[in-house]
Structures are given as C-alpha cells and as structure tokens.
C-alpha cells in the first residue's frame, strides 16, 4: 500500500495478484477487494476475498448478487381444481431458489423489502373442446395484501385448455409469506379442472426476486 503526495492511497503495484481490505468486526467480517484473475472487484463476507461473495462488480459494470433471493418453481400438472373454489397450487419442482426461501407450496420474504412476483397457472378442463368458464383469476395471497389478476368470461382453446398470468411488485416484511392461488368457476356444471404442467418446464409457475 502506497500514500502519493496527493493524498491518495493505491493498493497494489500492478503486479497481477488479489488485494484486498478486511473489516475485522466483532461478529462478522467483512472484506471488499479485486479478484485480480477475473478483474472483478467483490465484496462479501469473512476475510478471504472470493469466499461468501456478496456482491461481484465485473469490469463491464455488470453487477451480480449471487446470494440474492430469488426463487422459480414449477407445478408438474394433474392437480385437481375444485369448481369455484379457491386453491392453492403446488409447488412440485424448484428450478432454482437460492437462500432456500420456498417450502410447503409457500415463498417466505427473508428480509423486509420490495419483492417482484410473477406466475402461470394452465387449466385443462378435460375432453372436450371450448369449455365456457365464468370466471377464472390467479391471486398472489401475501400477508400484507392480496393481488388478483382476473380473466371474466373465458373459453379454453382447442385442447381444453386456458391460463391466467400475472407479475407484480409486492411490499413484504421480513417473515412475511406469499402463496398462489387459482380459481375457476365453469359455466353450468360443478366438475373439477386440473393443472396443466411439465416435468420440467415452467407451464404453471411461480417465480420472484428480491428488488431492494
């Protein structure tokens, strides 16, 4: 380290190698340094730069936070919807979810926040063709409010198929919990639909991510 007569300080000579600062804090330490081999400059946490890396600035001015909340999962079809009745769509495969936010068919807010929600939810109603529903809407149900994204009258296509989708910014305190919900009520008849999904793919989903 190197103090210039115009008072600044230059860390390092040029030489490629790592450099770093440590924060050495009671309970936590913190470090913020340039991984000199990929030209990222990193913050994260403990003292070893490159370990628990919290935010990564790359020299394109990408910035990547790849411990930030956010979450894909994916319902794999065959669920039974009750006519006209709320329910709760399952939550079969987690592409991805990092910091493990998503149990019990339920995304649960780490941190008091804005989070964005989005979601699909495909309904097959059954053999035949163009199906008349009366009303069918997706609700994000969280526990400050609500969000409702509503289709009024619908027809399925040519598979007997339809969908509702939706996305949305939602104020979420810490430990606050979101779950998504389908209802659809089918023109003069009481039997059940099922959830249109994918082993694999996301057909009815539901996704999110921490803003700020």
Known sequence: MALSKAGLVQIGTGVAADRSIIFDGNAQDWHIGIDDSADDLTIGLGSTLGTTSHIVIDEAGH??????TAFLAHNDGGDSITN?????IALDTEIFDVNADVASDTFTAPVTGKYFLSAQ????AGSSANTRF???????QCSNRGALFENAQVYTD????MGV???IVMDMDANDTAVLR???SRNGASGACTT???SSEPVTFFSGFLLG
């Open 63 to 68: 910035v990547n936070k790849p411990l930030q």
């Open 84 to 88: 006209a009745t709320e329910t709760t």
């Open 121 to 124: 939810v495909r309904l097959d």
């Open 134 to 140: 009366n009303r069918v809407y997706m609700e994000f």
């Open 158 to 161: 040519e598979d007997d198929r």
């Open 165 to 167: 989708s939706g996305a």
């Open 182 to 184: 389908i209802f659809a």
């Open 196 to 198: 249109s999904g994918h």
